[in-house]
């Protein structure tokens, strides 16, 4: 399998396309999920920051505000995600920045497998929710795939 990130053509800041926010929520201290997404999405051109695991939602709205994120992504493992992102959008969606970014959630998102209530979680405010099989890895390609392209702000390089 051929990647972009060892492709000598990739590594010109026009060919990304834009910031993604990868991390989990408060309760998850999970993070090989966080790294498959990062490279999942680095692999589609975009630049990743990954908060990593257990991040109190204060600091992942100060973060994601931070970011210039043009995708905010929520990941979950220990089967929380449903409380712990039902917690916290809000909290994302009540900054003004924010109004406009797209904002998904996925993985393990009840204890009992059944993953909670994607539609509440939509109604709360997320853009998408993704299940944690193939199905939904192939549907969150996708969506990353439609997302627009924009320049990134290039990195601050001081001499």
């Excluded at 990304?16 to 999405?41: C, E, K, P, Y």
Aim: hydrophobic share 45%.
């Amino acid at each position: 399998m051929r990647s972009i990130l060892n492709d000598p053509a990739t590594t010109d800041l026009a060919v990304h396309r834009g910031t993604v926010v990868v991390s989990t929520m408060a309760s998850d201290a999970h993070t090989w999920n966080l790294v498959f997404l990062q490279l999942l999405i680095e692999e589609l051109g975009y630049r990743v920051r990954n908060l990593g695991p257990c991040v109190p939602d204060d600091v992942l709205v100060d973060e994601v505000r931070r970011s210039g994120a043009d995708l905010v992504v929520l990941s979950s493992v220990n089967g929380h995600g449903f409380q712990d992102g039902m917690r916290v959008i809000p909290e994302l969606r009540a900054c003004p920045e924010l109004s406009a970014v797209p904002m998904v959630i996925g993985g393990k998102l009840g204890v009992d497998g059944a993953g909670g209530d994607s539609g509440a979680l939509v109604d709360a405010g997320f853009d998408a929710v993704f299940s944690d099989d193939q199905r939904g890895i192939e549907t969150f390609r996708a969506l990353l795939t439609t997302l627009p392209a924009r320049p990134p702000v290039p990195d601050m390089v001081t001499a």
